[in-house]
């Protein structure tokens, strides 16, 4: 039994559609209930369905023998995994990004509200930009209009979310698209399921 982490929410969805898609299906998935595991024997895999900021950390415990998980959680974490493929789902941008009229005041730390501590720690200290932290958890995009920062690092991905709040980009730090993730001791001693695994995905993925 293959046990796979999969993320909740809207790459979820996606990632679901792409397991199926290559043999791992589950049907039970779609049934509207708050189960967490969902189990095929005939196909041999058991789903755990987590929040996606916590996808590398099952799989670094070995909970979870592989996982799928986006970009932006590996740099956060630094989970201790192996990344074996690159999905080209997902895709989305780790960005600074404040109010229409942000004007940086150089004289000063800068105020950035974040989920990403270490992205946005690791992208000043490179500027050598002192900065001060706020670690929010969502709704990340309140911080400059309420005053509580002068910008944010978060996630863009249609953009929408800055648009309807009049934000706007001020940079892009790192580009962003979805993982195929194993937990190391898995990947020796289920080698045979772990590979057909990355194979199947592999084949899946648009030519380049
Ligand atoms: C993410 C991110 C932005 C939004 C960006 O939030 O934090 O708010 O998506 O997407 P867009 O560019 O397509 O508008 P999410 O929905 O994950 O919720 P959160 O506020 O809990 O972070």
């Not at 996808?55 to 986006?70: S, T």
């Not at 929010?136 to 953009?159: F, K, M, Q, R, T």
């Amino acid at each position: 039994m293959l046990n796979i982490a999969l993320p909740k929410g809207r790459l979820g969805d996606q990632v679901y559609e792409l397991l199926d898609g290559i043999g791992y299906d589950c049907r039970d998935i779609y049934l509207d209930n708050r189960r967490l595991v969902f189990e095929n024997e005939q196909t041999g895999v058991r789903y755990f369905l987590v929040k996606p900021s916590d996808v590398a950390i099952y799989v670094e415990h070995g909970a979870a023998d592989v996982g799928i998980v986006g970009k932006d959680i590996l740099l956060e974490s630094a989970a201790d995994v192996y990344e074996l493929l690159d999905l080209h789902i997902g895709k989305c941008r780790v960005c600074v990004a404040g109010k229409q009229d942000f004007r940086e005041d150089t004289g000063r730390r800068l105020r950035v509200a974040t989920k990403f501590v270490n992205i946005a720690k690791g992208y000043y200290a490179a500027l050598n930009r002192e900065i001060e932290i706020i670690k929010l958890n969502g709704s990340i995009e309140l911080a400059p209009i309420l005053g509580l920062s002068d910008v944010i690092v978060d996630i863009v991905e249609s953009g929408a979310t800055l648009r309807e709040n009049n934000l706007r980009v001020i940079s892009e730090i790192v580009p962003i698209s979805a993982r195929y993730i194993a937990n190391k001791a898995a990947y020796k001693f289920k080698q045979a399921e772990v590979a057909t695994m990355l194979t199947k995905l592999a084949a899946k993925l648009p030519q380049a």
